[in-house]
């Protein structure tokens, strides 16, 4: 087991001092995910910040998820991406066919996803974790979305019954036809709400999300509603299928869990007076010191939430010398009420600072 080592120290910024500031060599990520979620409140969903593009992203997602698991009972983790991708994913879950990532692209390692099948392999049933996407449809020319069909096709469907109709179509669109496809099959689960539950059992809340969903890539606050509506259906029909308040957990981009981001999604859960969620959120922030992103070993001195809410100087004067070495930091809500800098970084539950890691991703789900 690795040494813990806690740091006390003064930040000119601040002119104040920072209480005990945990810190790992990446190498302890477990250690480190253990050690905050000892110190968080139970709450219905915990977000965790990222910036695309670095393979610390999975590292600390993996690490969080199953300490969450173990603390609390989280078993949902919504990923930052089509439900039609989390359809395969957790059809691979089930089944642990290879060909199942391989179709998604062969390039990725997937050791993210691969881990959650060896940790769902070795736990009770209701402590199995499970995918769920509330981002837009439609990538890759529908390449997922057809695909989550077909294996939802596969299981038991009456093939006279106009659902199963409606479906195949949408798996045997062309890109252009798709999009109105699934509005077709949208307009009649809204129809025969009934019905389609007893004819599609366990997967009528898939089709639900991947026809409910904003279709087609947009950056705009139409996009985190659209998420936020998806959720409400997730959250709903969880609840009352299983009689019990389900608990999520994500890692989603800064710009969606940003605390001045009215509008991001982290911010309208909390928030929204309609929300299952409503002041049940725990928001995590990321910082990167001296990190790489992406296929081209892009390197960046600095960036992250605190850059985005204070300074790109703060950060580095808050950790203070590592000498090179890879660590994970985290600085707690208390330690974030020194930074005099915008008042809605208080909102935040904390802030883990990634230093020094070049390792590389390119997906966020690897």
Known sequence: MKI????????????????????FPIDSSYFFAKQIVATLPEEK?????????????????????FSLNKQFGVSYDIIEYSHSLAV?????????????????TPKANFKFI?????????????RKIKFYGVDFEGRNSGKFTKKAISLILKYSLDKDNPLYYLLKTCEQSDSI???????????????NITLSKKILGDKYLDILLITNVQYGMSLSKVRDKSMYANIKYLYNE???????????FASFGIAHIN???????????????????????????????????GTSNEFKSSTGILDWLCNKKLAARMIGSTNNKSTFSFFTDKDLN????????????GIIVIENFKGTANWIWE
């Open 4 to 23: 813990l080592y806690i740091f006390i120290f003064s930040i000119l910024y601040c002119r104040d001092t920072y209480s005990q500031v945990l810190k």
């Open 177 to 191: 036809m798709l999009h109105s496809n699934l509005n077709e099959v949208k307009k009649y689960l809204e129809k």
């Open 114 to 126: 691969k881990s959650v099948k060896q940790f769902n392999d070795s736990v009770d049933e209701n």
């Open 338 to 349: 020194y930074i005099k800098c915008k008042t809605a970084i208080k909102n935040l539950t």
């Open 238 to 248: 969880l609840s009352t299928k299983y009689s019990s308040k389900p608990k999520f």
């Open 88 to 104: 395969i994913f957790n059809e691979y879950l089930l089944t642990g066919q290879d060909s199942l990532l391989s179709f998604i």
């Open 259 to 293: 605390p001045r981001n009215s509008k991001g999604i982290a911010n309208i859960l909390n928030s929204d007076e309609e929300s299952p969620f409503k002041n049940g959120i725990v928001t995590l922030g990321v910082q990167y010191l001296n990190c790489y992103f």
């Open 45 to 65: 969903f915990y977000f965790l910040g990222q910036l695309h593009n670095n393979e610390a992203n999975t590292i600390l997602e993996k690490e969080f998820l």
